[in-house]
């Protein structure tokens, strides 16, 4: 852009000072003219580094996967192909399953009994909870025999007094007395047999944990570890079949298996160590690099353009999302080791510079953007607008440059 300006301009002098001789080709001309271009090129530069920025260091970051299974055991099936587009979801690899199923099995087995136990447990406290009912009706019942048979005898006792009075007398009858005698017989082993019952069944209602019969509490403890046996049962299948399920290892997002190794017939671990396959996410970032002093202006929601070597000619619409206002060379650990360390390699770290984060356009947003592309931008301040297409023109002829590719060879 500053060559087509020095061009124009020289077009202008020549038909002013050669063509058309408007002004004498003198020396105090001669230094203007030389004057003119570079102090206008110099003030336009330095103004559209303050208004409208670029940098020359644009970055496509992808964050890396590391994939790990949760299981270990032998590789039967690799259907993922390496550098290729996989969705979210997508199976990656499969890891022998026979022996998680087997425990699976098991587990589910254990369960069957485990709840057949809690089964048989409910019904003996429901048949203790209806004996303890059962038996404080008879102890009712018992108890009101007792205190009907009570007044009876007492009745039957002063029949026999006034007879034996008679008797004495001569004014009774003798077989009277004998009856009335026999009667207090018969009421006295009739009240003494229910007192005995009430005594047997309050003896077996007698003993009471925390308020309830002891046969009902002891049928309640038994069926709370049926319970939490049946619990533990469950817990074990779920476990079991979450290892199952572990077996099969999906994308964890859309992207790229790259450097693929892995084949049927290894043998994967659970090991931080020892990933089986490396993922990069299709989402990617956009890091623009600017020297301290050139994002005084700049603010998040500001307009921003980017052109990256591997699609020459094109213009990348984007904004500024955020400035990442702090690196790894800010920090001051001194002799202490610091926690929640500024990050070192999440964006790169150049002395003096800060790196921008740019939120590419939706019309763009489906552009495929390799992980590592470099390029050149320019963000679009607030300030100065009707120099940025000086800017935009610039950032549009070097996008345009990316087409040479200069070799020897």
Do not use: C
């Amino acid at each position: 852009m500053e060559a087509l300006l020095l061009g124009i301009y020289a077009f202008f002098v020549w038909l002013i000072f050669i063509k058309f001789k408007w002004l004498p080709w003198t020396t105090p001309w001669k230094v203007t003219v030389v004057i003119i271009p570079v102090v206008a090129l110099t003030a336009l530069i330095l103004t559209l580094n303050v208004v409208a920025p670029s940098s020359a260091d644009v970055r496509v970051f992808k964050y890396v996967v590391q994939i790990l299974p949760q299981v270990r055991g032998r590789v039967i099936e690799v259907p993922v192909e390496p550098n290729r587009l996989v969705k979210k979801g997508q199976l990656l690899f499969r890891i022998d399953p026979t022996q998680y199923q087997n425990e699976l099995n098991v587990a589910n087995a254990k369960l069957a009994a485990d709840e057949a136990k809690l089964a048989q447990a409910s019904a003996n406290v429901v048949d203790a909870s209806a004996s303890s009912r059962q038996l404080q009706e008879q102890l009712k019942s018992a108890t009101a025999q007792v205190r009907s048979l009570q007044p009876r005898l007492d009745l039957a006792k002063l029949r026999v007094r006034q007879y034996r009075e008679l008797v004495a007398t001569g004014a009774g009858d003798r077989f009277s007395l004998e009856q009335a005698e026999a009667n207090v017989i018969d009421l006295e082993n009739q009240l003494a047999t229910a007192t005995a019952n009430e005594a047997q069944i309050s003896q077996k209602l007698s003993g009471q944990v925390n308020g309830e019969q002891a046969t009902v509490a002891a049928a309640r403890a038994q069926f709370a570890t049926a319970k939490a046996q049946v619990d533990s049962s469950r817990a074990d299948v779920a476990n079991a079949q979450w290892n199952l399920d572990q077996t099969s290892v999906y994308a964890p997002t859309s992207g790229y298996a790259t450097n693929v190794q892995l084949r049927p017939g290894s043998y994967v671990v659970s090991v931080p160590f020892a990933p089986a396959m490396t993922f990069v996410e299709e989402e990617y970032q956009v890091i623009a690099l600017y020297a301290q002093n050139e994002l005084y202006l700049v603010e998040p929601g500001n307009e921003a353009e980017f052109a990256i070597n591997t699609i020459p000619g094109r213009i990348i619409k984007a904004k500024v999302d955020s400035i990442v206002w702090a690196q790894g060379q800010g920090q001051f650990q001194g002799q202490v080791q610091t926690g929640n360390a500024l990050p070192q390699t999440a964006f790169p770290q150049a002395p003096g510079r800060f790196p921008v984060k740019l939120t590419v356009a939706d019309k763009d947003r489906d552009l495929f953007l390799a992980a590592g592309a470099v390029g050149h931008g320019a963000i679009y301040t607030e300030h100065g607008e009707m120099v940025h297409i000086i800017r935009k023109v610039i950032l549009r002829v070097g996008a345009i440059t990316d087409y040479l590719v200069l070799k020897l060879h």
